[in-house]
C-alpha cells in the first residue's frame, strides 16, 4: 500500500493543496499525519477541513494543536509562535476545535508508529540525534516509527548488521530502501517527512513523503507552492511578520 506522510501543516493551505495535489496524483491509498495540524498560518479551518476529508487516514496531534486546546503551556512556545497559538483560539471553528481534541499525540496501529516528537514524550523532544533515536527504540513495537515536530526530512536506523552504529541522514528526493529483519518485518526506523507548512532547511517548497508498505521504500517529496499567496494572508490576519519572512528562507 502506498500512503502518503504529511507533518507539521501549521495552517498553510496553499501549502497543503500543493501537496495533496501531488500526492493523489501519484495515487497513494492511505494518509499518516504527524501532528501541527495548526499554529503559525492563517487558515487553521481550510487545512483542517481538508484533512478530515482524507480517506484512510492515521493521524495524531502535534504540540501547537495542544497549546490551541490549552492542553499545553504557552511558556514552551516563543513569542511569535505563541501569538499565533493564541490567534487561532479564536479562529478555528467548533468543529474542528472537537476534531483536534479526539487525536492522541501517539499512535500505534498494526502497520507502523506515530510520534509528533519522540515515543518518550511526544509533543515536545525533537528527534534529532542518533542517542535520542538510540532510547527510543524500546518503545516502539510497530516499525517504521513516523515523526515531525523538527520540520526536517530526517531518517534513522542502525548501520546494517550493527546495532552499535546509528545511521542518521537528511533525505532529498532520493528513494530509500527501509531495513528489515530475518522475519520480512521492517527493522527499527524513524522518518521525518519534513514540514509541510513551514520547512526549516533552507529549502522553502513545501515538504512530504511517499511510503510504499509493500516494497518498504520512502521518498521525500519537495513541492513548490504560493508562498507570496499565504504571507499577504499571514499580514491581513495580523499575524506576526517573521512568520510570512520565514516561509521565503525556508526557515
Ligand atoms: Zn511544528
Known amino acids: 500500500m502506498i500512503y502518503g506522510v504529511i507533518s507539521d501543516v501549521h495552517s498553510n493551505h496553499e501549502a497543503l493543496s500543493a501537496v495533496l495535489g501531488c500526492l493523489e496524483d501519484i495515487g497513494v491509498e492511505g494518509w499518516i499525519c504527524c501532528g501541527d495540524l495548526v499554529g503559525y498560518g492563517p487558515d487553521p479551518d481550510a487545512c483542517l477541513d481538508r484533512i478530515r476529508a482524507l480517506e484512510n487516514l492515521s493521524i495524531i496531534c502535534g504540540n501547537h494543536d495542544l497549546a490551541v486546546l490549552e492542553r499545553m503551556d504557552l511558556e514552551w512556545f516563543n513569542p511569535s509562535a505563541r501569538a499565533a497559538v493564541v490567534w487561532t483560539r479564536s479562529n478555528?471553528?467548533?468543529?474542528?476545535?472537537?476534531?483536534?481534541?479526539?487525536?492522541?499525540?501517539?499512535?500505534?496501529?498494526?502497520?507502523?508508529?506515530?510520534?509528533?516528537?519522540?515515543?518518550?514524550?511526544?509533543?515536545?523532544?525533537?528527534?534529532?540525534?542518533?542517542?535520542?533515536?538510540?532510547?527510543?527504540?524500546?518503545?516502539?513495537?510497530?516499525?517504521?516509527?513516523?515523526?515531525?515536530?523538527?520540520?526536517?526530512?530526517?531518517?534513522?536506523?542502525?548501520?546494517?548488521?550493527?546495532e552499535e552504529k546509528i545511521e542518521s541522514r537528511f533525505l532529498d528526493d532520493q528513494e530509500e530502501t527501509l531495513p528489515r529483519v530475518e522475519s520480512g518485518a521492517m527493522a527499527p526506523v524513524a522518518l521525518n517527512p519534513g514540514s509541510v507548512g513551514q520547512p526549516r532547511d533552507q529549502d522553502s517548497r513545501a515538504s512530504c513523503g511517499l511510503y510504499d508498505s509493500d516494497k518498504g521504500t520512502f521518498r521525500v517529496l519537495r513541492v513548490p507552492y504560493d508562498i507570496g499567496a499565504v504571507q499577504a494572508k499571514i499580514r491581513a490576519a495580523g499575524l506576526p511578520e517573521y512568520l510570512a519572512l520565514r516561509l521565503a528562507y525556508g526557515q
Open 92 to 162: 478555528i471553528s467548533g468543529v474542528n476545535r472537537a476534531y483536534l481534541e479526539g487525536l492522541t499525540a501517539r499512535l500505534e496501529t498494526a502497520k507502523f508508529t506515530l510520534a509528533h516528537g519522540t515515543p518518550r514524550n511526544p509533543p515536545e523532544e525533537y528527534l534529532l540525534s542518533p542517542s535520542q533515536f538510540r532510547d527510543n527504540v524500546p518503545l516502539v513495537k510497530t516499525w517504521p516509527l513516523f515523526v515531525g515536530h523538527s520540520h526536517m526530512p530526517l531518517l534513522f536506523c542502525y548501520a546494517p548488521g550493527d
